[in-house]
């Protein structure tokens, strides 16, 4: 018999974290789950658990600017064990669209299935603090739990644009480059932004809400999950100023920068910041005085130690409008032998790198400004701007 949940009323049983709690126990045959949006502190109580699971299929989305963080995929790389068994799939959609399915398969210890298919995503808000409703499926529905599974173990065989098999921590590295995944400091960032965005426009007091799940691993030994992700280095912010210098760079886009690369050969996601014909340092200047004034954490990849801040940027393309995205800069004085003297890059993110990989601009402009309110803006454009050196 199929069972209705609905969070609305503030039961605790009516929360999906409950729920997960209960089916998802040792013994469990398989689990299959999709969601539109993740975070660790969803399955962090399971990790142990689903070491011993025959079947784990995972497929999750990657909606900017909620991209999964490079912490929370990383502490699933150790269920990754079988390939045949055993997958991690990331999917991010083309132009407005949203990968943003919820369902999630079990086969008990028993053989029994079931299922939930409804709103809530797999992170911590939504199995214990949102307003969700969903369906529970039994036994009795075997045809809609066996497509259900069908469609999850589907994705471990595509290989479409915009569907990424994680299989290592190689493969996360390349994800941040690309901006389908982000670190936990650039999300924070992010949402800091949207939240001040937020608080300005609303006008009337929200519906308050007690959390009713939580898991019970609130920091994971291992320095997994998103507790441990907010003791991530904050670095040091720069001094807070009123008015500031008017800055604004630009460079013509090659084809390296414009993601248009030779077939068989990854682009890298990247815009390297260079001098361009401009009079600056180029290893100091962006770090020290165009992004100065950014929050730069310290983070280590494949053991090198790099600087890197979010930065909100008002984006246009040929004049359209996009609106504000959050851009990774980082920063790696050995890049200043790896890459040609240029030690600082901007990461284009999820949404600019999709249109530059889809459509070229190669030969167009790129256009950096910081404004004297400190605010940020980038356009691409097919004008040289006339005070181009």
């Known amino acids: 018999m199929a069972e209705y949940l609905d969070s609305s009323g503030g039961a605790p049983e009516q929360a999906l974290g409950h729920w997960l709690a209960a089916a998802l126990v040792p013994g469990v045959r398989a689990l299959r789950l999709q969601t539109g949006f993740f975070s660790i ?27 999964p963080t490079v912490e929370d ?31 999630i398969h079990l086969v008990a210890p028993d053989g029994t299935a079931r299922g939930y298919a409804g709103s809530a995503n797999m992170t911590e808000a ?31 065989a595509r290989n479409d644009e915009g569907v990424f098999h994680v299989r290592n921590g190689d493969d996360l590295d390349a994800l941040l480059d690309q901006g389908v995944l982000q670190t936990a400091a650039h999300r924070r960032a992010s949402r800091t932004a949207s939240r001040a965005a937020g608080e300005a426009r609303r006008r009337v007091p929200g519906l308050r809400r007690d959390r009713l799940w939580r898991p019970a691993t609130r920091i994971a030994a291992d320095g997994t999950g998103e507790e441990a992700a907010e003791a991530v280095a904050e670095g040091t ?75 909100p940027f008002s984006v246009s393309i040929h004049g359209v409008d996009l609106g504000e995205q959050v851009l990774r800069v980082d920063h790696a004085s050995h890049r200043v032998a790896d890459q ?38 980038l356009a691409i454009t097919d004008q040289r701007p006339g005070w181009a050196p």
């Open 340 to 377: 040609n003297n240029v030690p600082t890059v901007l990461g284009w993110g999820p949404v600019l790198g999709r249109h530059l990989r889809e459509h070229s601009e190669v030969d167009n402009w790129v256009v950096i400004e910081r404004h004297e309110d400190g605010t940020y803006s």
């Open 126 to 156: 939504g199995l214990g603090l949102n307003i969700e409703a969903g369906v529970v499926l039994g036994p009795e529905s075997a045809d809609a739990l066996a497509a259900m599974a069908a469609a999850i173990d589907s994705w471990a």
């Open 41 to 67: 502190g969803s399955l962090r109580d399971h990790l142990e658990t689903l070491r011993d699971v025959e079947v784990v299929r995972l497929v999750l989305g990657s909606n900017a600017p909620e991209q």
């Open 237 to 311: 912010p720069g001094p807070t100023r009123g008015r500031v210098e008017h800055l604004r760079w630009c460079k013509r886009l090659k084809r390296s920068d414009a993601q248009q690369v030779p077939a068989g050969t990854n682009p890298t996601g990247k815009l390297r910041l260079a001098q361009a014909r401009f009079p600056i340092d180029q290893q100091r200047y962006f770090r020290e005085e165009f992004f100065g004034d950014a929050t730069w954490a310290e983070v280590e990849r494949r053991g090198t130690l790099y600087e890197e801040c979010s930065v």
């Open 73 to 103: 995929i990383r502490a699933l790389l150790p269920l990754l064990t079988d390939p045949a068994s055993r997958s991690l799939t990331i999917v991010s959609c083309a132009g407005p669209a949203l990968f943003h399915p919820k369902t």
